[in-house]
């Protein structure tokens, strides 16, 4: 998508390795999001951000972490993966009053 | 408080025909309700949006009805068209930017 681009795009892990999934943009939008989409469940918010090292957690942030060291990065770490967070992991980005714009997703499998 | 509601989970629909999509929300603090569409192997992308001074909006051939004392809103799609198959998710916003997203709708339209 346009102005955002996430990293990898899949990635096959095992369990109690430490993943970091990276979310870039290149339009200087404040709002950084981490969702996780699992059927039946849609979208849930993990963590999100408002600004450099402004952070907060969502519904489901245990066992994920977050950086946001420039306003274009917002990492999320795993740092023990488990088989539960096998999912497609969604950065969004939102600058006032426009809604949201996700990226093409990172579909990890935790083996 | 912090839910959306979505229904039905999924729906089949003949080409031509009109999709409705229902959901409902609690939390009177919301003030923006948006709709995403997502296609397979894609992230959601916004597809028309609503705030609660209104009581429906119409792009094309979709339109948002927004029931502000039933605490409801619905997408309707007319004249449905096989490239419409997707999953359609509501979502509402409280402040921060934030938005609270429903467990999604799977639509499929027969050619």
């Known amino acids: 998508d346009a102005g955002i681009t996430q990293s990898p795009r899949h990635k096959v892990t095992e369990t109690g390795t430490p993943v970091t999934l990276r979310c870039h943009q290149t339009?200087?939008?404040?709002?950084m999001y981490w969702y996780r989409q699992d059927p039946g469940h849609g979208l849930r918010l993990i963590h999100y951000?408002?600004?450099?090292?402004?952070?907060d957690k969502g519904e489901v942030s245990d066992g994920y972490s977050v950086s946001r060291s420039k306003t274009e990065d917002f990492l999320l770490t795993l740092e023990s993966a488990t088989s539960s967070q096998t999912s497609v992991y969604f950065c969004?980005?939102?600058?006032?009053?426009?809604?949201?714009?996700f990226g093409s997703g990172t579909r990890l499998t935790v083996v | 408080q912090q839910q959306v509601k979505q229904s039905p989970q999924s729906l089949i629909v003949q080409k031509g025909g009109i999709s409705i999509i229902n959901c409902a929300y609690e939390?009177?603090?919301?003030?923006?309700f948006p709709w995403y569409q997502q296609f397979p192997g894609k992230g959601p992308a916004l597809l028309i949006a609503?705030?609660?001074?209104?009581s429906e909006k119409k792009e094309g051939r979709f339109t948002i009805s927004f029931n502000k004392s039933a605490k409801q809103f619905s997408l309707h799609i007319m004249d449905s068209q096989p490239g419409d198959s997707a999953t359609y998710f509501c979502?509402?916003?409280?402040?921060?930017?934030?938005?609270?997203f429903g467990k999604g709708m799977k639509l499929t339209v027969n050619p």
């Open positions: 969004a980005i939102s600058g006032q009053g426009f809604g949201y714009t």
């Open positions: 339009e200087n939008h404040r709002y």
């Open positions: 951000s408002y600004g450099v090292k402004d952070t």
């Open positions: 939390n009177t603090a919301f003030d923006y």
């Open positions: 609503i705030r609660p001074d209104v």
């Open positions: 979502a509402a916003r409280v402040g921060s930017e934030k938005l609270v």
